[in-house]
C-alpha cells in the first residue's frame, strides 16, 4: 500500500517527496487516532479534550506546536486504579507529572523491572528503548502525565514504525538496570555554565535549586537537568516580580511549561510585529524555529517554569541571537509598564537606556 502525505507548500520538495512515499510522523499521528493541538500556545495543558489511546491504554491528545517536527508534546490520562500498557520505542522522552501520583516500572529484557514512585510535579525520563510501564497509585483520582519526545525526528529520519517499537538493541549505558538508578541523589555540575543536575528522578522540581543567570535577565535564575543521559535538553528558570527576560531566538521544538506565576511572552519573526500569548499556570508556549520571543512576570509572585527541548546536538552552537535590553524597541518596556500599573506591581528593571 503507498502511503501518501498531505502536501505542504513550506517544504523542501526533496522533503515533499520523502513524505508522499515514506512512512513518517504523520502517518503514525493519524494511526494513533488522537486530537493534535496545533499553533504556538495552550492556555491549561491539564484542562485539554482527551480521547481514547489504544497503543497507551489510556487516554490523550497530541500537543504539535509551532509548525515543526523535531519534537512532540502530548497529555496522557491513567484512570483511578488503573494502569498504562507496557511500552517500549526508540525515541526519548521526559515526563512531567501535572496531577496525581503513581508509580512507574522500568527494565530491559531479562531484568527484574525496577520501580519507583511519583507524585504532582515530578520530572523523570524514560530510558531509551527501555521497557516501562506507568500505574496510577491512586484509586478515586486520575494522573495526568505530559510527555515530550523525540519521536517526530525519529520516525522522520528511519521511516519504520516497526523499528521504533520493536528493535531489541538494548542501551545499558544509559540504563543497566541497578537497583538506585532512580533512586540516587542527584549530582551537582558546577562547571556547567547555567549550572546542571544529573539525575533520573526528581521527586518535584519546583523544588530545585537555581543560580542566578543575570546574562538573560534582570532577576533570572537558571540550572539544566540531564536526565538518563538523554540528548534532549532540559532547564527549569525563574524570574523575580516586576522583571522580565531578554528577547533571544533559537531553533524549533521549545516546550515552556508554566508552574508558577502569571505572565506573557512576545513572539514575532524578525522583521514584523510580535504577537502576545498571555498565561499562567499549566500554560505552555512553544516558539518557532528563528522567532524571538520574550517572557513577561505581571503578577505578585515570581514565575517558575519547565523548559523541554528539542536534542541539543541538532545545533550545539551557544549564540541565542539574543536582543540586549538597551537595544529592544521602546514599546516593549511601555507595554510591560502598563501591564503592571494595572495590576499595582511595582518595576523593579533598570532605567531604560540606549547606546
Not at 525526528?153 to 537497583?179: E, K, Y
Not at 516546550?255 to 514575532?268: A, D, E, Q
Not at 536534542?311 to 550545539?316: E, F, I, K
Amino acid at each position: 500500500m503507498q502511503l501518501m502525505a498531505k502536501k505542504d507548500k513550506g517544504l523542501h520538495p526533496y522533503v515533499s517527496y520523502l513524505k508522499d512515499r515514506y512512512y513518517n510522523y504523520g502517518h503514525f499521528q493519524e494511526e494513533e487516532g488522537l486530537p493534535s493541538l496545533k499553533g504556538f500556545h495552550v492556555e491549561d495543558v491539564t484542562m485539554l479534550a482527551l480521547s481514547p489511546w489504544e497503543r497507551k491504554g489510556g487516554r490523550g491528545a497530541f500537543i504539535n506546536l509551532s509548525e515543526q517536527e523535531v519534537d512532540d508534546a502530548y497529555v496522557c490520562e491513567i484512570a483511578p486504579g488503573a494502569s498504562l500498557k507496557p511500552q517500549r520505542h526508540m525515541y526519548e522522552e521526559v515526563i512531567y507529572v501535572l496531577r496525581g501520583r503513581g508509580s512507574t516500572s522500568v527494565w530491559n529484557p531479562g531484568q527484574t523491572p525496577l520501580s519507583f514512585e511519583w507524585k504532582e510535579g515530578s520530572l523523570f525520563a524514560i530510558p531509551l528503548n527501555a521497557h516501562h510501564q506507568h500505574f496510577n497509585g491512586d484509586g478515586t483520582q486520575k494522573a495526568l502525565l505530559l510527555g515530550v519526545t523525540s519521536a517526530p525526528l525519529m520516525m522522520n529520519l528511519t521511516h519504520s514504525r516497526d523499528f521504533i517499537f520493536n528493535c531489541p538493541f538494548v542501551f545499558s549505558d544509559r540504563f543497566a538496570g541497578a537497583p538506585d538508578e532512580f533512586r540516587k541523589e542527584a549530582t551537582w555540575k558546577k562547571d556547567v555554565p547555567g549550572g546542571l543536575w544529573e539525575t533520573n528522578f526528581i521527586a518535584d522540581v519546583r523544588d530545585v535549586g537555581l543560580i542566578s543567570w543575570e546574562e538573560e535577565g534582570r532577576g533570572f535564575k537558571h540550572t539544566y537537568i540531564a536526565l538518563t543521559a538523554n540528548v534532549m535538553k532540559v532547564h527549569i528558570a525563574e524570574f523575580e516580580v516586576g522583571t522580565y527576560k531578554k528577547a533571544h531566538r533559537h531553533g524549533p521544538g521549545a516546550h515552556i511549561l508554566i508552574l508558577r506565576g502569571t505572565g506573557y511572552s512576545l513572539m514575532w519573526e524578525p522583521g514584523t510585529e510580535p504577537r502576545r500569548f498571555n498565561w499562567g499556570v499549566g500554560g505552555l508556549i512553544s516558539p518557532p524555529a528563528g522567532w524571538y520571543h520574550q517572557h513577561f512576570n505581571t503578577g505578585s509572585g515570581p514565575v517558575f517554569y519547565l523548559a523541554l527541548h528539542r536534542p541539543a546536538s541538532l545545533n550545539s552552537k551557544s549564540d541565542r541571537g539574543q536582543i540586549e535590553y538597551e537595544d529592544e524597541d521602546p514599546k516593549i518596556r511601555g507595554m510591560y509598564e502598563a501591564d503592571l500599573a494595572k495590576n499595582g506591581v511595582q518595576i523593579r528593571m533598570p532605567p531604560r537606556t540606549t547606546k
